[in-house]
């Protein structure tokens, strides 16, 4: 294709936006691909900055003239009128043909006209960035936010916090005991979560299912053929050898009630008399009023004692800056349209509740049983950390997530509440640049380990650091140049094994080091389970 033709495509580029390329055209931008030179660095500046920022590429000279890279790689001035103007208007026919010279370079598939009529050498390529070479009509992406282009550690990071946000708490972060609270025993540090007032609730929905329901129980009647009336004191001890067993599990429930010298039922027998009244008790325990259960309330079986234990964790506790949000499972293999199979968990089969837990301490805050998919304004995900989030406003506290929360939108929704989102991403997710995003797989194969690469989005950061595989955060209380050093097993050029140092993103020791409250709690409630066998799915919920 010739300097007219380019010209007259050009026009065209200038009257329509960006014409369908025909396959002469396409194969013609192939060539002049192929042959054409890379551009300058400093061309390659001006080129960024037309395409961000809607401009034209201007000369460095005085008169005006544009350099350009001719075929045999050498760099001229135009002398012909129409060549001077090939310059400016090359670069207004890349913008408007899709942006394709930087999106080529980003990874993109298309080829743009403005290329074959700028008659110009293939962009630079940088360090890390895809080049995947297309043929065909508008394959090209290109779409989403004009964002910064990318960065290494060596780059200033203007746009993030000089320094990790002050915490600014409402009040003391810990334990919030009562004013008339006296620490005898840690039986005093149970009941201010199952306190006298949830015991005796307990106890009267209990009795009250009990005289209700005997009939169909007809073995555990008493001599007088009614139920036996239990009390807080009798309940107490229930639970208290719930978590006997739990402590010191046996193969089978009978076994706690064995006299032999290897069981020693002692114990069981003192807590609660003969082993006819415990199943007693567990069959017919109730912790809401079976009288006044909504049907279409999933969560009806245990609905006060839920409620309850809501607000007991966040009025006993005050977390500190750093909070976890992540899934735990309950164990459950029973019949429920709220049981859930995450393969990735320990705990495989169950139903799954969303815990909010101090980084610190990994002591329960908040949690939320996950009852089915719901209509969401803002996604499920999004949804579940705004709710767990009420109560943390303006107070500078720093969440942290796993991939299935973070989110651009999740971040800007918790900014307005000043409150900081650090978390693992998704490379998919909306809002993702595209200029990390189309090449994640040429950097994961090319790049060295410990190279980190991010992109700043006004108060979002977005940074990839290359382990042994690309890790993606996201971050709105890091700058992109922080990082810290690490020490990893690996291999040298002669195969030997050796001791690595590379640089790791602040963003993600400080991800590693807070990421872990949930799972130290689920692991805590997982050894000392008092979850036996039931038919009954929802005192899965009561045993945990």
Avoid at 55 to 77: P, T
């Amino acid at each position: 294709m010739d300097a007219a033709a380019a010209l007259q495509l050009l026009d065209e580029l200038d009257a329509e936006g960006a014409p369908v390329v025909s396959e002469s055209d396409s194969e013609g931008a192939h060539d002049l691909e192929d042959d054409g030179d890379m551009l300058s660095s400093d061309e390659e500046d001006r080129l960024d900055a037309e395409l961000f920022a809607g401009g034209e590429i201007l000369s460095d000279e005085d008169d005006g003239d544009a350099r350009v890279s001719s075929d045999d790689g050498s760099d001229s001035s135009s002398a012909d009128p129409q060549e001077e103007l090939a310059g400016p208007v090359r670069g207004q026919g890349r913008a408007r043909a899709r942006g394709r010279a930087r999106a080529r370079a980003r990874g993109a598939r298309g080829r743009g006209v403005g290329r074959a009529a700028a008659n110009a050498a293939q962009p630079q390529h940088l360090p890390g960035r895809g080049r995947a070479r297309g043929r065909g009509r508008g394959r090209g992406r290109g779409r989403g936010a004009a964002y910064d282009s990318l960065r290494g550690i060596d780059d200033p990071d203007g746009g993030g916090p000089a320094n990790f946000p002050a915490f600014q708490p409402a009040s003391e972060p810990g334990l919030k005991l009562p004013a008339d609270f006296v620490l005898g025993s840690e039986v005093d540090l149970f009941k201010l979560y199952f306190s006298e007032e949830v015991v005796g609730k307990i106890v009267d929905y209990t009795n009250a299912y009990g005289r209700a329901n005997i009939d169909r129980k007809k073995s555990y009647k008493n001599i007088h053929g009614g139920w036996t009336e239990t009390n807080a004191d009798e309940m107490y001890r229930f639970i208290g050898l719930l978590l006997h067993m739990a402590w010191h599990p046996l193969p089978q429930l009978s076994d706690f009630w064995n006299t032999s010298s290897l069981y020693n039922g002692n114990y069981a027998r003192l807590m609660i008399g003969s082993y006819k009244r415990f199943q007693a008790l567990l069959c017919f325990l109730k912790v809401v009023d079976h009288t006044a259960e909504q049907p279409g309330d999933r969560l009806r079986k245990v609905r006060y004692l839920y409620d309850t234990f809501r607000v007991k964790t966040r009025s006993l506790f005050k977390p500190g800056q750093h909070i976890a949000i992540d899934e735990r499972m309950i164990r459950c293999k029973g019949h429920s349209v709220m049981r859930q199979y995450m393969p990735a968990k320990p705990t495989k089969w169950g139903f799954k509740a969303f815990a909010v837990c101090d980084s610190a301490s990994a002591i329960l805050w908040d949690f939320e049983l996950y009852t089915g998919q719901a209509n969401t304004e803002g996604g499920l995900a999004h949804d579940v950390v705004m709710r767990l989030a009420n109560g943390l406003e303006n107070q500078q506290h720093v969440i942290f997530t796993d991939n299935f929360y973070t989110s651009a939108k999740l971040a800007t929704s918790l900014q307005s509440k000043n409150i900081h989102l650090v978390g693992t991403v998704r490379t998919n997710r909306q809002g993702f640049p595209n200029v990390m995003k189309n090449d994640t797989k040429q950097f994961e194969r090319q790049a060295e380990r410990g190279t980190i690469r991010y992109v700043r989005d006004n108060t979002i950061l977005y940074e990839q650091w290359r382990d042994k595989r690309v890790v993606s955060m996201l971050s709105t209380a890091h700058r992109g140049n922080e990082y810290v050093l690490v020490n990893r097993h690996g291999k040298d050029a002669e195969g030997q094994h050796v001791q690595l140092e590379l640089t790791q993103p602040k963003v993600v020791s400080d991800y590693n080091k807070a990421m872990g409250g949930v799972d130290s709690f689920d692991q805590m409630a997982e050894t000392y389970r008092t979850l036996r066998r039931t038919r009954k799915t929802w005192k899965s919920m009561f045993m945990i």
